[in-house]
């Protein structure tokens, strides 16, 4: 569905990676992972079509996103940002509803259908209580999970979330990581996510992304992937590996 | 029965406000006119003095105040999300500011009022050129230089009319610093300020949502499907329409653009499709009846409306300030 090819990544000054190349398809959940100023968020807003790559193509359905308007963009890949510029004054479903944008049609306002669909995002991440709450007094976590609510009612075939577990609780980052595979799964989303830890990889995500913050890169599943040597090679710091119901997980030593 | 909701009912306040403030305005004036009187020159015009006073004075001068206080709110609020900062007012780009040095050179010159508009004019399509020009270089646009851009050439203006105030022949003096407060008085015919208050502000209201999102940041704004920079620059060009329709009726009317949209926040409405056209009624309902203030408490001393509208305003804003702290 999302793919790239050649893509290099860089900030000024630095090249990041070069000659990235992968294929997100439906059904699948990629895991970006790599040190702190590794190219990660630069990788999700040049697959977004936020900002271009001073190399390669991003397609999607085989078509590159640089021709794509922005609203016929933004109907299939909804970004979650790891951060946000400004406050928003509003309530919590008005926040939301922003996500309609891309697919509203109507002038004055929202239609009722973009309505229902703001309210089953915001419960969806358990936020129904919350609608007429102001959006600026929400919780670090709370709006983290507005957040998410908002690209659920965006309704993207591709999701590509920056550090979508930040400020969550660990209750919460399970709820998000599920409600993520179940869109895979069950309804055939493309998700592209970058993770912080070398834990929900393996349980939750089919395929890796490595970003070894030096030029190289490694794509590929994430059963062949997500070893100890490659693990401590991409943080630079020693592992330590747990076995838990035939499952590995790693923590620092 | 459906409750209305809070932005609907402020609509209506509003809409009565404004029609309060124009009746008001019309009603009021050295020469004594009943309100009965006034109704029936409305609905039944008839040529007499009444009506005289009515449609050659009263009104135009209304529908102005009326046209230039929603055009001041627009500015203001469409720069403030433009910019994304809160003290952004029509006059933060410098284009009132090359009106006022346009306006004063003219002046200084012993031109009609017909020169001094031409002037004025001027001066602000050279302002709105160079900010413009400036921060849209090569396909790069910035907004933090274009905000840059326009208190630099504001500054430089200021202290341009400084100039021409001190140089000017101490006759001129008082008629340039009217024009530089504000004043209705010698305001022309309001009709181009009407057609621009209702396109400008139509458009802007259709494309509400819109700004909406870009209050978000220009990131999350294109994240969220936005055409950021045609937006941009469509807000820009709308800006310096409205800022210079008003300020070649009234001058430099100061308060209305920066306060009138808080004003309507702090009422607690945020979405900008019902902010836009709140403000643009509060403002003209302000303005029309700070300028009826302006020329009736002193009668038959005028005062520029700019001073009326800061010393009416400030303590209307002070006490909506400490009434949404107690509600936060």
């Known amino acids: ?253 | 029965m459906a409750v209305m909701s809070r932005p609907a009912v402020l609509m209506i306040v509003m809409l009565a406000a404004s029609v309060a403030s124009l009746f008001a305005a019309l009603l009021s004036g050295p020469f004594p006119i009943s309100a009965l009187q006034v109704l029936d020159s409305l609905l039944y015009p008839v040529p007499g003095l009444v009506h005289d006073v009515i449609w050659g004075l009263r009104a135009p001068r209304a529908a102005a105040a009326f046209a230039v206080g929603g055009l001041l709110a627009l500015a203001g609020a469409l720069l403030q999300v433009l910019l994304r900062n809160a003290l952004a007012d029509p006059y933060v780009l410098g284009i009132s500011g090359g009106a006022a040095f346009g306006a004063l050179l003219a002046l200084a010159a012993g031109a009609g009022a017909a020169m001094m508009n031409a002037a004025a004019f001027a001066g602000a399509l050279v302002a709105i050129a160079v900010v413009f020009g400036l921060s849209f270089r090569a396909g790069d646009w910035d907004v933090y230089r274009l905000l840059l851009t326009g208190v630099v050439l504001a500054a430089g203006f200021s202290a341009l009319v400084s100039l021409a105030l001190v140089m000017a022949p101490d006759a001129q003096v008082k008629g340039m610093l009217f024009w530089l407060m504000g004043d209705l008085a010698y305001a022309g015919s309001p009709a181009a300020a009407w057609i621009v208050l209702v396109v400008t502000g139509g458009i802007a209201v259709a494309h509400a949502v819109r700004l909406d999102l870009l209050a978000l940041g220009e990131l999350k704004a294109h994240a969220l499907g936005l055409a950021v920079k045609p937006l941009q620059i469509a807000i820009f060009v709308a800006a310096a329409l409205a800022t210079v329709a008003a300020v070649l009726l009234a001058g430099s009317v100061g308060f209305v653009g920066l306060m009138v949209p808080h004003a309507v926040r702090l009422m607690g409405v945020t979405a900008h499709r019902w902010l836009l056209p709140l403000a643009m009624l509060l403002g003209a309902a302000f303005l029309t009846t700070a300028d009826t203030a302006a020329r009736t408490l002193f009668a038959p001393q005028q005062l520029p409306v700019g001073v009326l509208t800061a010393l009416i305003g400030v303590p209307v804003m002070l006490v909506l300030l400490g009434r949404s702290r107690a509600r936060v």
């Open chain 1, 1 to 253: 569905m999302l793919a790239c090819s050649g893509l290099t990544l860089a900030v000024p000054g630095r090249v990041l990676a070069r000659a990235i190349g992968f294929e997100v398809r439906g059904g699948e959940i990629w895991a970006v992972l790599g040190a702190n100023g590794s190219g990660k968020t630069t990788l999700v807003h040049a697959l977004a079509g936020l900002a271009p790559a001073p190399a390669g193509t991003v397609t999607l359905d085989g078509a590159p996103l640089a021709s794509c308007g922005s609203a016929e963009r933004a109907a299939s890949i909804g970004v979650l940002l790891q951060q946000e510029e400004a406050d928003y004054w509003g309530s919590a479903l008005d926040y939301v509803l922003l996500g309609r944008f891309p697919r509203a049609r109507s002038w004055f306002g929202w239609s009722a259908g973009d309505e229902a669909a703001a309210r089953a995002a915001l419960a969806a991440v358990g936020l129904d209580a919350f609608a007429a709450r102001g959006y600026r007094t929400l919780s670090g976590g709370e709006r983290q999970r507005a957040r998410i609510a908002q690209l659920l009612a965006q309704e993207p075939r591709a999701l590509l979330l920056d550090e979508p577990l930040q400020h969550l609780d660990l209750r919460h980052q399970v709820a998000v990581l599920r409600l993520v595979s179940g869109l895979a799964r069950e309804h055939g989303r493309a998700v592209v996510m970058v993770l912080h830890d070398a834990l929900w990889p393996a349980r939750f995500c089919s395929h890796a992304l490595l970003l070894y913050g030096d030029g190289a890169v490694e794509a590929g599943a994430a059963a062949d992937l997500l070893g100890r040597e490659r693990l401590e090679r991409l943080y630079g710091c020693p592992l330590r590996e747990i076995e838990s119901d035939g499952r590995k997980f790693f923590a620092p030593v």
